[in-house]
């Protein structure tokens, strides 16, 4: 399978334990995305990496969440302290680093923090 | 800023029938790109259809087709012929031009589309 794979797929969690989330993006792509998705809600943008450099991150993405992308290839999100209303699905999507580049997106990985 | 609104939350439609998904969105920008994704129950986003803003001409995919008002800020989707497996959420979707974007993209709320056999 080529595809964007997301591990784990489901995460439950007590308040206030850590989690870390695992993109391996199309191998070939440069840039690899984070969006978070509640219920009912559309994908929210959290953060992008061109190869190993993170570019930009959304302000939704408080002090308690840091991404990284370590050697340009897979990339891990990790929460820390966690709160109930962290409760989502986290998607990662990877593309071509160009304007037109399409996004493939992952399955996700659901959050459930209790 | 971008924003996308889908007004629909929820629509159904007959198999073999048509059904049209509405979207507008709000930019200060004359160049981007405008996508709809589908994401099926617990499947991944998969991209349907994508139309470029200099592009007059609407974008067709199969039983996929847009209408596309750039002056309305408006970009319906329109499912033809429509099959069971085309039940899913239904997002509208902006990404601007400007390479500092990154290409990331501003999605709507969703439409959440059934279709009965």
């Known amino acids: 399978d080529t595809g964007v794979s997301q591990d784990p797929r489901h995460k439950i969690t007590k308040r206030g334990q850590n989690v870390t989330f695992r993109c391996d993006p199309i191998?070939?792509?440069?840039?690899l995305y984070w969006y978070r998705q509640t219920l009912g809600q559309g994908p929210e943008f959290l953060t992008y990496?061109?190869?190993?450099?993170?570019?930009?991150k959304s302000r939704l993405l408080s002090d308690r969440f840091s991404a990284e992308r370590p050697k340009g290839s897979f990339s891990t999100l990790e929460i820390q302290r966690t709160e109930q209303g962290d409760s989502a699905m986290y998607l990662c999507?990877?593309?071509?680093?160009?304007?037109?580049?399409?996004?493939?997106f992952g399955e996700g990985s659901r959050l459930t923090v209790l | 800023a971008q924003t996308v609104t889908q007004s629909q939350p929820e629509m159904s439609v007959q198999e073999a029938e048509t059904v049209t998904l509405s979207c507008t969105y709000d930019t200060s920008e004359s160049d981007y790109y405008l996508f709809w994704y589908k994401q099926p129950p617990s499947r991944q986003m998969i991209l349907v259809i994508r139309?470029?803003?200099?592009?007059?001409q609407n974008a067709t995919e199969n039983r996929f087709s847009v209408n596309f008002q750039k002056a309305a800020k408006s970009f319906s989707l329109k499912i033809s012929d429509s099959q069971l497996g085309d039940a899913a959420m239904y997002f509208c979707a902006y990404r601007s031009f400007k390479e500092t974007s990154g290409s990331r993209l501003t999605f709507g709320e969703g439409t959440q589309l059934t279709v009965n056999p």
């Open positions: 191998s070939e792509h440069n840039r």
């Open positions: 999507a990877s593309s071509l680093a160009s304007v037109a580049g399409e996004l493939f």
């Open positions: 990496f061109q190869n190993e450099a993170q570019l930009e």
């Open positions: 139309q470029e803003a200099y592009k007059q």
